[in-house]
């Protein structure tokens, strides 16, 4: 009976999603545990800048970039900023969900106080030590705590945050730099665990795939096109710096990962 009640769940999730990475799928897929079918509204460049100030990324490449999470079910553009209830009723969405960050509009009004009055909205685990502000702020500081090296260059933690960065000890209060090693168990919730079958034609690639980008996803999509089954490598963060110098890169290694196999195509 419950499984049956879920099958016909709607759930919807709207934001701004600039510069898409690993925390916006990982809300992603908390909505989507939720529910049956995830519908993902995201806003226009003209009212992200009214409310926030300019995105990084252009509205059409927002979208695809959305559409490209494995989580996703449909993509509706221009989303309103503040949430309403007409939103909801004309997408038949049973409810809204969102992190359990404050959403404001640029008069200081929650974007989702009309659905929380309502009785329609639900929260999801916010995952910490990652955001869009949190990443051009590692470019512009040029931080490096970000990287693993040494003993930790290829390492997969066995234990680690239950919440995926939640607790203090996963980041960073000088940089606000994510140090979260992530499980096993957290990149198994993301990977969908399928392996090529026999007479499969394999491609591979490799990168560093960092600050995953819509560039990144149209060659994914072209490289899997050439095959059935597509494995993708990455290299290590001091690989990647010792040909790209400077702080890259500058997402760290679990991080791009996360960021990959968050993809459809992957």
């Not at 970000?146 to 203090?168: A, L």
């Not at 090693?181 to 591979?204: A, H, M, N």
Request: contains cysteine; charged residues 25%.
């Amino acid at each position: 009976m419950e499984a049956e009640k879920k099958k016909q769940i709607r759930v919807w999730c709207d934001g701004c999603y600039d510069m898409v990475h690993f925390g916006h799928a990982n809300s992603l897929r908390q909505a989507k545990a939720l529910g049956a079918y995830l519908i993902v509204g995201v806003h226009t460049d003209e009212e992200i800048t009214k409310h926030k100030g300019p995105p990084v990324y252009t509205e059409e490449e927002r979208y695809k970039m959305v559409r490209a999470i494995k989580w996703v079910d449909e993509v509706v553009e221009g989303a309103p900023y503040v949430t309403t209830l007409e939103t909801l009723d004309k997408y038949n969405c049973d409810f809204c969900v969102h992190g359990d960050d404050i959403t404001m509009t640029a008069d200081g009004v929650d974007t989702y106080h009309l659905v929380k009055e309502a009785g329609r909205y639900k929260e999801v685990k916010r995952t910490a030590g990652v955001s869009t502000t949190d990443l051009v702020g590692r470019m512009l500081l040029m931080t490096r705590q970000h990287f693993y090296r040494g003993q930790r260059e290829y390492e997969v933690g066995k234990e680690g945050s239950s919440t995926m960065g939640q607790d203090s000890a996963a980041r960073s209060p000088w940089t606000g730099c994510s140090q979260f090693l992530p499980t096993t168990q957290k990149i198994i919730q993301f990977s969908e665990g399928k392996e090529p079958k026999p007479g499969d034609r394999i491609v591979y690639v490799a990168g560093a795939f960092d600050l995953f980008h819509v560039g990144h996803l149209d060659f994914l999509e072209k490289a899997r096109a050439e095959g059935d089954f597509l494995i993708v490598g990455l290299h290590t963060d001091p690989v990647v710096n010792s040909y790209k110098g400077k702080n890259y890169p500058i997402m760290n290694l679990h991080e791009r990962v996360l960021s990959v196999l968050a993809c459809k195509v992957c």
